[in-house]
């Protein structure tokens, strides 16, 4: 009895706010290709003081170096994004097969990390179902094809000696979205400044709700030039299935939402439909040009990216330790003395045009046809 008294003063008297601040840590997030400058952004964790300020902190005074080939070169800041850290390719060209080192020191701690850039995979045949290389089917209703799916396409590709696998990525060129994080509460402002102007209107003066009426406008105008459905010559871009199009077109008519939510809906949508990525393991050359990843008409870009492991591995593993189970181990990163992925990939890629063929197939069948014509990029 006397030792859990003795135990129970003890914990009461300790300050449970005051612990021992952990070493912060290091973040680097860059890739490495052919062709393009390096770039390389490194951020910290915060102090528990900082909590509250946000995930992370950009690290200013950072000394940066990548070596290669028996040759060092130092990265510079970048005086537009605090955190950045740049190099020109034209100084250190980026050549697959070559392995680069990393090396950051800041404060003391050293972060270290390798990658080995991949050898190109080219995408060598594009082919459709029907065989003819120029119409592929899909179906209006997504459940029509359920316990039956069939692909519209698949193509094909040379193997990369020494990639730890593919990624693949297709989008919509000519549609435009927003990332969800910082658009959201845009479309809250611009609803409390709607409700500011109605209950201020007759109480105030026309040069104060002129001003008003100007932040207004500012927003719709940033909101319809990024998350409207017209290409760049103002003609509206369609939904390939009728379904998605109706759903589009209702949101307009939802007279019970703000103007701030229906943004948000067309955000959502978008920002989902509009592009698609998956991992293909090392040893497959093929991929189904899956019928999810094609929702609009006009040009779809299709991207294979020969990947290093770093990236990889991170791209396989990074949605780990977000479903709340004890199993989730969380993504996997390839940096000694911090955290982040310092990867490489080599990329080919193709272009598709796909349009609505509204005369297609029998009338009441559920079943258009999307015709494609496929592009060497440039």
């Given at each position: 009895?006397?030792?859990?008294?003795?135990?129970?003063?003890?914990?009461?008297?300790?300050?449970?706010?005051?612990?021992?601040?952990?070493?912060?840590?290091?973040?680097?997030?860059?890739?490495?290709?052919?062709?393009?400058?390096?770039?390389?952004?490194?951020?910290?964790?915060?102090?528990?003081?900082?909590?509250?300020d946000g995930l992370e902190d950009t690290l200013l005074s950072a000394e940066?170096?990548?070596?290669?080939?028996?040759?060092?070169?130092?990265?510079?800041?970048?005086?537009?994004?605090p955190g950045l850290f740049v190099l020109a390719h034209e100084t250190m060209p980026i050549v697959e097969g070559q392995t680069y080192e990393l090396l950051i020191e800041h404060e003391g701690r050293q972060v270290h990390a390798e990658t080995t850039v991949p050898f190109k995979s080219a995408v060598t045949q594009v082919n459709t179902h029907l065989g003819d290389d120029e119409?592929?089917?899909?179906?209006?209703l997504f459940g029509d094809s359920f316990g039956n799916l069939v692909h519209p396409g698949e193509f094909f590709w040379d193997k990369s000696e020494n990639a730890a696998g593919y990624v693949v990525i297709i989008e919509a060129v000519d549609v435009r979205s927003l990332p969800p994080g910082p658009t959201a509460p845009l479309t809250g402002d611009l609803d409390r400044l709607i409700e500011l102007r109605a209950k201020l209107e007759g109480q105030v003066s026309a040069d104060s709700l002129s001003v008003l009426d100007g932040d207004i406008e500012v927003l719709r105008t940033f909101f319809a030039e990024n998350l409207a459905l017209v290409?760049?010559?103002?003609?509206?871009?369609?939904?390939?299935?009728?379904?998605e199009q109706v759903e589009w077109e209702e949101i307009t008519g939802k007279e019970k939402w703000s103007e701030g939510k229906k943004w948000r809906e067309r955000l959502d949508y978008l920002f989902s439909a509009r592009k698609i990525d998956y991992w293909i393991p090392a040893d497959t050359t093929r991929s189904d040009f899956w019928w999810l990843?094609?929702?609009?008409?006009?040009?779809?870009?299709?991207?294979?990216?020969?990947?290093?492991?770093?990236?990889?591995?991170?791209?396989?593993?990074?949605?780990?330790?977000?479903?709340?189970?004890?199993?989730?181990?969380?993504?996997?990163?390839?940096?000694?003395?911090?955290?982040?992925?310092f990867g490489s990939y080599v990329e080919d890629s193709f272009r598709v045009l796909a349009y609505r063929d509204d005369r297609a197939g029998t009338e009441g069948s559920g079943v258009g046809k999307m015709v494609v014509e496929v592009i060497a990029d440039d």
């Open positions: 009895m006397m030792l859990l008294f003795c135990a129970a003063f003890f914990v009461g008297c300790s300050n449970p706010s005051e612990v021992e601040n952990p070493q912060q840590t290091v973040i680097v997030v860059g890739y490495l290709t052919p062709g393009a400058d390096i770039e390389l952004t490194l951020r910290q964790t915060l102090s528990p003081q900082r909590y509250y940066v170096w990548i070596s290669t080939q028996g040759e060092t070169f130092a990265l510079s800041p970048s005086g537009d994004d119409t592929i089917v899909y179906n209006q290409d760049d010559s103002g003609e509206p871009i369609r939904w390939l299935r009728d379904r990843s094609v929702r609009f008409e006009g040009e779809y870009r299709v991207r294979l990216q020969a990947a290093d492991l770093n990236y990889f591995d991170y791209f396989t593993t990074s949605f780990n330790g977000q479903s709340g189970s004890d199993g989730d181990r969380g993504p996997v990163f390839h940096v000694e003395g911090g955290t982040g992925v």
